[in-house]
């Protein structure tokens, strides 16, 4: 089944048969709504955001009136989750507020129990999103399908990406890229050298070190360096794990022409 969806959510190429696709899967996996959602205030998001939903018209409009796209206890559980959960997890994965448990009721009010959400794979730079399915008050989630649904969300998910963002439903402005070298003086402003150290380091003149920065700098639109590099990390030009962790190391000294 999870095979297929996907074969057929590469394949659509609108939101309309992208909704007819996501109805079908959560009607083979024993559910009866589905929700495809960055975690985001949806009234002030671009036009990228992804939204995609076939939840009761009436819970979908207290949610949108009511900015809970940010404040989900569900989104927020999944930001804790690397796997997968039932909603009837969460009180063992976050703290619930008294705020949290009326939304919850509110929903269940309105034809929405319990749940299955996948967090969605996060990609920096872009809000944190995820694929959730549901059933009515009183209909338990159909357990033995979990981990099919848990393959299918991941699959879901990226296949929304795809259209909102390189499709008809929104166009993401294209990243900044920088050179070879900008890149590389980047790197080293983010592991805490000085024009000088860097220009040691790369075998080029200093005035050249700071001309790639500013370079650097104007095609990402900021004028300090530490956004620069900020901006970098959140884009993936930069990585925490490959390029930064242990390359912390103390200031280059000039030489003194003195021998040990």
Known sequence: MATHFKCVVDAVANGDDFAAAMKGLTDQLGFQYFALTHHVDLARASGGAIHLHNYPTQWADYYHRHALGVTDPVHRASHVARVGFPWSHM????????????????????????????????????????????????????????????????????????????????QTPPRPMLTDRQRDCVLWVARGKSDWEISLILKVGEETVARHIKQACERYGVNKRTYLVILTLFDGTLTFNTDLRGYFSPPILPFSGIAA
Do not use: K, Q
Not at 130 to 137: D, K, M, T
Not at 151 to 170: K, Y
């Open 91 to 170: 009180a063992a994965m976050i703290p619930l507020s008294g705020r949290d448990r009326r939304i919850l009721a509110l929903g269940r009010e309105h034809g929405i129990g319990d749940g299955f959400t996948v967090p969605a794979v996060h990609v920096p730079g872009e809000a944190r999103g995820s694929c959730s399915f549901a059933n009515e008050a009183g209909r338990p989630i159909p357990h033995d399908m979990l981990p099919l649904a848990e393959v299918a969300g991941l699959f879901a998910f990226e296949g929304a990406r795809r259209l909102w963002s390189i499709g008809s439903l929104g």
